[in-house]
């Protein structure tokens, strides 16, 4: 950690997030956290109880879900590192953890218990015969 006022090389540095989202209040941040509610809904419809016949396609789907997620958490994370002390960037970083626990806790979950489900040779099997 450098002590205040020391020199590091960074100074004049400015992270360009406009590549994720264009600002804080951008629309698309609403919508993506909508749309990863509803593609984790869809995603416990389309596989839970399924896993052991559907696993690789189960597996990229959450993949895209998880690409989804990670590209809202990067921006809010490092908005919330820029602007550590503003109230509302907080507040979007807030509704998209509670979004996110929502949905896992709701959707997501029956992956870990499914996956312990499957037998040793069922899962060997599906990893030798499944393109992913």
Not at 66 to 73: D, E, K, S
Not at 76 to 91: A, G, I, K, M, N
Request: glycine share 6%; charged share 25%; hydrophobic share 40%.
């Amino acid at each position: 950690m450098s002590a205040v006022g020391e020199i590091t090389g960074a100074e004049g540095v400015e992270w360009d997030l406009t590549d994720l989202y264009t600002h804080i209040d951008d629309p698309q941040i609403d919508k993506d956290i909508l749309l990863l509610e509803q593609r984790a809904a869809g995603f416990h419809r389309q596989f839970a109880g399924q896993l052991a016949d559907r696993l690789g396609e189960a597996l990229t789907a959450e993949a895209d879900l998880i690409c989804l997620y990670a590209r809202l958490r990067i921006f809010l994370d490092l908005s919330v590192r820029v602007e550590s002390t503003d109230e509302h960037v907080q507040q979007r970083q807030g509704q998209l953890n509670e979004s996110f626990s929502r949905s896992s806790a709701n959707y997501l979950n029956f992956m870990d218990h499914e996956l312990a489900q499957i037998n040793e040779s069922d899962y060997q099997s599906l990893c030798a015969t499944d393109p992913v």
